[in-house]
């Protein structure tokens, strides 16, 4: 396991870290301690988490903190705050941002996770109604509390990273050190911006859906109905809009021509998806689920992985970076 820094910071990570969505939801108590040992045998300290994942809410938060166990302080948890957590859970008459939201939020965390501090706290989404300095205030009084040890943000724009990086250096506050954003192969749109900024502020990026939910790896085949249970099933049924963003002809179309080149240098898809953010100099950790132990393995082989110059090329012919922005280089410890 190869472990880097995680943005401008003293925090380092394991290159693959464990998306921990499935906990509670796809994979019950029992299993999903087989597949914690599994990771931390293997190296694994990242453990990505959040207060809405696990079908019922907090239970994923739940299982992973009763799986560590004693363990926990050789980890590294990582969660969220910020989603709605159902009906009357807080977000009614204040913002997943806000101080009040956060304060809760985060005694509510510690307790299901059966810990003291959480790692690394983000923020899952931006609330466009609070002011990001109250956000960055109660976040920077969480850390000087002890609570949490780091901060990071999910789903945020370019722009949205340059303010809080700016709010957090005129303000004298903690920082973000995280962004995680969807990107792939195949979802290379935070290119355009978002990277730029993050490269500028000291932000590592954790990408999320590396496997584009299984497109990528040929879980699912352009024209063949969705096995029941799977999400590209359950988006199915929310409308052309969500199955066009996640799986259109387009991204089948990438991800079969992705499919071939790889065959054609003799790697897995899961090499190459994973191997390819892993070349990428912003990119301290993938974040990968897995719902049994075998698939860490696969997982850390993949994390092995890098492209030659020559696949490199061939994979932005099939798949472009955006055009337009030029991207300054990375900022080196």
């Known amino acids: 396991m190869e472990y880097r820094y995680l943005g401008r910071s003293g925090l380092k990570v394991s290159a693959l870290g464990l998306g921990c969505n499935n906990f509670g939801m796809m994979i019950d108590a029992s299993k999903t301690k087989a ?8 190296g694994l300290t990242l453990f990505d988490t959040a207060d809405v994942y696990g079908g019922e809410l907090g239970r994923s938060e739940e299982l992973l903190g009763q799986a560590l166990g004693a363990k926990r302080k050789n980890v590294i948890i990582a969660s969220k705050f910020g989603s709605a957590m159902g009906p009357g859970g807080g977000l009614d008459v204040q913002g997943g941002g806000s101080r009040g939201y956060i304060m809760s939020a985060v005694e509510a965390s510690l307790k299901r996770l059966g810990t003291d501090y959480i790692d690394l706290y983000q923020i899952h989404r931006p609330d466009p109604f609070t002011p990001i300095d109250e956000t960055m205030r109660a976040l920077d009084d969480l850390v000087r509390q002890g609570k949490v040890r780091y901060i990071g943000h999910s789903n945020f724009a370019g722009w949205q990273t340059a303010d809080a990086g700016w ?3 005129t303000l004298n506050l903690s920082p973000f050190i995280s962004a995680q954003n969807r990107y792939s192969l195949i979802s290379r749109e935070i290119e355009a911006e978002l990277v730029p900024a993050c490269l500028s ?6 990408p999320f859906f590396p496997l584009e939910s ?9 024209g063949e109905k969705p096995a029941e249970g799977t999400r590209y099933a359950a988006w199915s049924g929310r409308g052309p809009g969500i199955t066009s963003r996640f799986f259109g002809d387009d991204k089948f179309a990438k991800a079969e021509q992705l499919q071939a080149l790889a065959a054609k240098h003799g790697c897995s898809m899961l090499d190459m998806a994973i191997g390819w953010l892993l070349s ?6 993938v974040i990968a689920g897995a719902t049994r132990p075998e698939q860490l393995d696969q997982n850390l082989a993949a994390s092995a992985w890098r492209p030659s110059a020559e696949i490199a090329q061939e994979i932005d012919a099939i798949s472009p970076p955006p055009a337009g922005v030029g991207m300054p280089a990375p900022q080196r410890r």
Not at 35 to 42: L, N, P, Q, T, Y
Not at 214 to 222: D, Q, S
Not at 280 to 285: D, F, G, N, R
């Open 201 to 206: 502020h000291g932000v590592g990026i954790l």
């Open 214 to 222: 299984g497109l990528l790896t040929g879980k699912y085949k352009r």
């Open 35 to 42: 597949v914690v040992d599994k990771a931390i045998d293997i």
């Open 167 to 169: 709010t957090a250096k």
């Open 280 to 285: 990428k100099p912003y990119v301290p950790s």
